[in-house]
């Protein structure tokens, strides 16, 4: 008995399933009405099953590289402190005591050695100083309509402390290609029909790129929406690593192994590389991604300090953080809402709303008699 056989191929511009019936040079997609010859689909598929898997390999981080390991009498001119409340380990130079925890507040106590803390390749150095992280926090309460009044008046900012948060930095030279399906649609009409043609087109992108100091945050104390929230950091600033960046300042001591950051890292350089690609197609009525795909070959890890400044304020037994980036002076944080302040404001709107349906009743009836 004879067996039919039948090879499904993928419409390049919708996806959808085309079947080849013998017989037949040319085959038609019963979605989007495309017309290919036999060979264009078989070279689609072979590109596509040709296609590399994704791959990102970065070299093993290693201690010594960039400007080396801690040299001689460094270590000695540091010390850190502990808090046993969260856990939170802050390192600064002999000169500088800490008696709170930048993050939680709590007492921390002093160690007089530094050991197992890896020397930063980078740091970005403070630019901003301490006056301008005043005037930075009475502009950022002063503007807030929400805030309770007490909250202005009663309370202090309890601490502000200027800390090197941790980062770990990703460089790599990285080549990426990206398929996406686009169409144009064009709409017109006679005097019986409204017309709509819809062209699929399947259009593909390469591209090769440069990635330079792609951050990702290495302190897990230091919330991440935070932390992506105060920047950018200008990365052409950073210096070479020396401890006298350190004088009147704290490190955070990172607590994201590189292995786990390496994840996010990958994560950013593929959303850029599809940004970036995707911008690039012009001219269609919809674009939607089908993939994109990177590869990388040996990427560098570096690990760098950034400037940041804390202040924490405690107000009716609860902590509330404000960071000011210590490089370009941006700021956020997080305050209390006056809650009759909100339903206040709510009742207006919705008595505003009340009042101009009245008046415009008003009007109607005016009219009518
Ligand atoms: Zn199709
Ligand atoms: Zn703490």
Known sequence: MATESMIVYK??????????????????????????????????????????????SWKDYDNNSGNGDWQEGELSQLHSFKCAHCGGEIIGDTSTMASTCPYCDNPVVINETVDGVMRPDFIIPFKKGRKAVDTAYKKFISKKVLLPKSF????????????????????????????????????????????????????????????EKVPVDGSVKMDDTLMESLEPFNYDMAVDFNTAYLAGYFAD??????????????????????????????????????????????GDIH????????????????????????QSGKVVG????????????????????????????????????
Not at 31 to 41: F, G, R, V
Not at 157 to 183: C, E, M, N
Not at 309 to 326: P, V
Not at 345 to 360: C, H, K, Q, S, Y
């Open 11 to 56: 419409c390049p511009c919708c996806g959808a399933d085309i079947q080849f019936e013998a017989g037949t040079d040319h085959l038609t997609c019963m979605y989007c009405d495309n017309t290919y010859e036999i060979d264009t689909l078989v070279n689609y598929e072979k590109g596509l099953s040709q296609q590399k898997p994704e791959n990102f």
């Open 253 to 298: 001591r990172y607590d994201v192994d590189v292995t786990h950051s390496i994840g996010r890292a990958n994560d950013r350089i593929r959303n850029s590389t599809e940004e970036m690609l995707r911008s690039t197609v012009r001219g269609y009525s919809t674009v939607v991604t089908e993939s994109v795909n990177v590869q990388i070959q040996e």
């Open 303 to 326: 690990y760098a300090l950034m400037p940041v400044w804390i202040a924490n304020t405690e107000y009716r037994g609860k902590n509330y953080m404000f960071a000011m980036n210590g």
């Open 334 to 369: 997080t305050l209390p809402i006056d809650k009759v302040k909100l339903a206040l404001i709510t009742a207006g709107t919705f008595l505003g709303t009340f009042l101009v349906f009245l008046f415009g009743l008003g009007l109607l009836l005016g009219g009518a008699v």
């Open 152 to 211: 202005k008046t009663e309370h202090h900012i309890q601490s502000i402390k200027g800390i090197y948060v941790p980062f770990w930095l990703f460089d790599a030279d990285s080549s990426g290609d990206g398929h996406f399906r686009a169409t144009k649609i064009k709409h017109w009409s006679d005097s019986e029909y409204y017309y709509t043609k819809t062209e699929h087109y399947s259009v593909v992108r390469t591209a090769d790129m440069s990635f």
